[in-house]
């Protein structure tokens, strides 16, 4: 059953760096149970918004709610007062984050790398944490790898580290900022088809990707961002058959 | 020969010696070392005008010559009302100069961790004394070991210097039994030697941590 609440809600998003505006007056929808793809050209701001829905980047004007939930402000509107760095901490543990480098934890293994939000920032224990996340790297084709260190491994592999870092931590959303673009193309679909395997058990996510093709088969929602703005949102079929502007077009024509 | 012989006779001279220069050296470690980190942290996260404040502090410090230092902990603070033993003023002044050195160290290992690392630890939740104790310290400790581990050394040859305040670490041994038993020679080259164990003992320590960190990060 579908909840009215959208997992996560963006209103009128703003950022600017230093008087240059990367995004301006997004607002956004991501339904529950549903993969959204962010598309645009590079530049477009689509990583810099994927960045303030857990407020990485801070925006210059707007809201991000989680389930409702302001995340970043203690209440809504610009007035609002920031959240203290502890309650922004917390309210991060719901959205977890998979970052186009990996950014896994050099001095930790790979089983500690999955286990460590968990165990020290949710205060499970430690034993059944571990069993979960042995359970979950072998979801991802990695059981073997639970002690290696992560300079072993490969970009696909280390990004699959990623992922299960962040399922890890049972996110409400998960977001994934060019998980791909950093791979070797052989590499490329082992990270696809579990990503794909997530959004067929129904996770919430919402993935910046160059992958045309991926985004085509796995999403549920099309967004496509340029200069800066939402230019649509559409079911992958109609962004693919039946594109409304002509920028949305060219981009299509062009990959 | 007979230097050799004279100096095994004062063989507990030597090892008292021995003993101060290590519980100083061992002293100044589990002070400096915290402040160190605690310094590193003030210079990465406190407000403008107190970091710099801070930072002119720290590149004071290292500026002046260690035994000016030492002269100022022992000689000078009398005249503020506060006198200190040898071995304590020994360990101040140590403590200070070591400080400083490592406030630096540690900064600049705290720069040399990747920012995407520390992005996902604020990314999964983590509060500012989780980031530092969970993903940025252990880092450092395998990182900095070498340079560390070089910083300790020089603490050693520093704390030789003491003994112009009297302190009566192993140079002031090796000077003390040199005089008593008019050999020049011996009990300086025991001194050495014993210096060199001490030096060797601490790369061996470093040498552990080097291996660690090729495991981990290959």
């Avoid at chain 1, 979960?132 to 072993?152: F, M, Q, S």
């Avoid at chain 1, 996510?205 to 999403?219: D, L, N, P």
Wanted: some cysteine; proline content about 5%; aromatic content about 8%.
């Amino acid at each position: 059953m579908a909840e009215l609440e959208p997992a996560i809600s963006a209103r009128g998003v703003c950022k600017d760096f230093g008087g240059f505006e990367v995004l301006r007056d997004i607002d956004l929808d991501v339904a529950t149970g549903t993969t959204t793809c962010i598309l645009g050209p590079s530049g477009s701001g689509k990583s810099t918004f994927l960045r303030c829905l857990n407020w990485l980047e801070e925006p210059s004007a707007g809201d991000i709610l989680i389930q409702g939930k302001p995340i970043g402000r203690t209440g809504l509107g610009r007035d609002a007062k920031r959240m203290a760095r502890n309650e922004l901490a917390a309210a991060r543990t719901s959205i977890a984050m998979v970052f186009q480098h990996f950014a896994l934890w050099p001095h930790l293994t790979v089983l500690g790398n999955v286990a460590e939000a968990p165990v020290h920032v949710l205060g499970r224990p430690r034993h059944e944490v571990e069993a979960e996340g042995r359970a979950i790297l072998a979801r991802v084709g990695l059981a073997e790898k639970a002690d290696a260190y992560p300079h072993t491994l490969s970009g696909g592999q280390k990004q699959r580290v990623a992922i299960s870092r962040a399922l890890a931590m049972k996110p409400k959303v998960i977001l994934f900022d060019e998980p791909t673009s950093a791979l070797d193309p052989e590499m490329v679909g082992e990270v696809l088809a579990v990503i794909r395997g997530l959004a067929q058990d129904g996770l919430t996510m919402v993935v910046v990707t160059h992958e045309m093709a991926f985004a085509r088969k796995v999403a549920d929602t099309i967004v496509f961002m340029d200069a800066g703005r939402v230019r649509e949102v559409a079911t992958p079929h109609d962004f693919f058959a039946n594109p409304q502007s002509e920028r949305t077009k060219r981009f299509i024509a062009r990959s | 020969m007979s230097g050799i012989l004279v100096s095994w006779q004062y063989r507990d001279v030597f090892l008292w010696g021995v003993a101060n220069t290590l519980s100083l050296v061992l002293g100044c470690l589990v002070l400096s070392v915290p402040l160190g980190i605690l310094g590193a942290i003030m210079l990465t996260e406190a407000p403008a005008p107190l970091r710099r404040l801070f930072a002119e502090l720290v590149d004071l410090l290292r500026c002046v010559p260690f035994l000016l230092l030492a002269y100022v902990v022992y000689y000078g603070l009398p005249e503020l009302g506060l006198r200190l033993d040898p071995w304590w003023a020994g360990l101040v002044s140590l403590t200070l100069y070591n400080t400083a050195y490592l406030v630096e160290i540690f900064r600049a290992a705290f720069l040399g961790i990747a920012r995407d690392n520390i992005e996902a630890a604020q990314a999964f939740g983590l509060s500012r004394s989780l980031l530092y104790r969970r993903i940025i310290l252990p880092q450092v400790a395998i990182t900095a070991a070498p340079v560390i581990g070089n910083q300790v050394i020089t603490t050693i040859r520093d704390s030789a210097l003491l003994m112009i305040i009297t302190v009566q670490e192993l140079t002031f041994a090796a000077n003390f039994v040199s005089a008593n038993a008019f050999a020049p020679f011996a009990p300086f080259a025991a001194a050495v030697g014993l210096y060199l164990l001490m030096s060797l003992a601490i790369e061996a320590g470093v040498r552990r941590m080097e291996r660690m960190r090729r495991v981990r990060y290959g």
